[in-house]
Nanobody, 135 residues
Framework: EVQLVESGGGLVQAGGSLRLSCVASGFTFGDYAIGWFRQAPGKEREGVSCIGYDDSTTHYEDSAKGRFTISRDNAKNTVYLQMTSLKFEDTAVYYC????????????????????????????WGQGTQVTVSS
C-alpha cells in the first residue's frame, strides 16, 4: 500500500520555525520527486517546494524562496521542509506528493519546475498536516 504521511505541523508564532516531515512507503522512493503543496481555507492549492530524485535538484516557489529549505534522506524514505521566518499567510494544510516525472527517452525528468501547473500529475498524495501561524 502506497502511503505518504506528513507530520510536524502545529501552531507557531509569526517569525518562528517548523520542520515538516513526509515519510513514504509502498513504492520505490528514490524513483520519485517529492513536492510540498499547501492549501489555505478558501484558496486554491499551491506549490511550495519540490526536490528531485536525490538532493541535486530543488525548486522553490516565490512564497518559499529564502525562508524554506527542502531536503530528502533516501535511506529513510523521508523528505523534510524546514520553514523559517513564518508568516501569518503561511497558514495552511501542507501536503507532500510524489511525482514519477515525465518520461523523456529512457529517462524521467521531475516536474518540480512546473509543480503548480502540473500538480494534478503527481502520482501519490498524503493526507496533510496543519500549519497555523499566529500574528
Amino acid at each position: 500500500e502506497v502511503q505518504l504521511v506528513e507530520s510536524g505541523g502545529g501552531l507557531v508564532q509569526a517569525g518562528g520555525s517548523l520542520r515538516l516531515s513526509c515519510v513514504a512507503s509502498g513504492f520505490t522512493f528514490g524513483d520519485y520527486a517529492i513536492g510540498w503543496f499547501r492549501q489555505a481555507p478558501g484558496k486554491e492549492r499551491e506549490g511550495v517546494s519540490c526536490i528531485g530524485y536525490d538532493d541535486s535538484t530543488t525548486h522553490y516557489e516565490d512564497s518559499a524562496k529564502g525562508r524554506f529549505t527542502i531536503s530528502r534522506d533516501n535511506a529513510k524514505n523521508t523528505v523534510y521542509l524546514q520553514m523559517t521566518s513564518l508568516k501569518f499567510e503561511d497558514t495552511a494544510v501542507y501536503y507532500c506528493a510524489a511525482d514519477k516525472g515525465v518520461r523523456v527517452g529512457w529517462d524521467y525528468v521531475p516536474r518540480c519546475g512546473r509543480m503548480s501547473e502540473e500538480a494534478n500529475e503527481f502520482d501519490f498524495w498524503g493526507q496533510g498536516t496543519q500549519v497555523t501561524v499566529s500574528s
